[in-house]
């Protein structure tokens, strides 16, 4: 299994699908709904999947969802530091900003 590999219902079923083995795939056969053919991206056949059992189906949803849950957190860190930098430019330019209004007031004999 990869990492990008993720959970499909197919025909009433739920199968691992994605990753670089099974870019494509398809119904084994209309006599065998618990069988899927995989393909990669050269539409190479890579092998057949059967389809996940309940516990399976559970554990891959579960993780999934984590990973989801993960990835917001990191997304919400990156926004956090992204705004502190933000704050940080923004008050660095202003005290520059205030230095060349300062400076030109010096240079103009106003202090």
Known sequence: MFLS???QGVNGNF???????CVRYS???SNNPQTISCFNSKKQFTGN?????AMEVQVA???EAMA????????NSLNRSLAIQNQGL?????LSMQG???GNGLAAGRY
């Open 100 to 102: 060349i209004a300062i």
């Open 61 to 63: 949803l579960q993780r």
């Open 68 to 75: 989801h849950e993960q990835a917001q957190q990191n997304m």
């Open 15 to 21: 199968f691992y699908v994605g990753g670089p083995n």
């Open 90 to 94: 923004a008050i660095e330019n202003g």
């Open 49 to 53: 999947r059967p389809a996940l059992t």
């Open 27 to 29: 119904t084994y056969s």
């Open 5 to 7: 590999d993720h959970v």
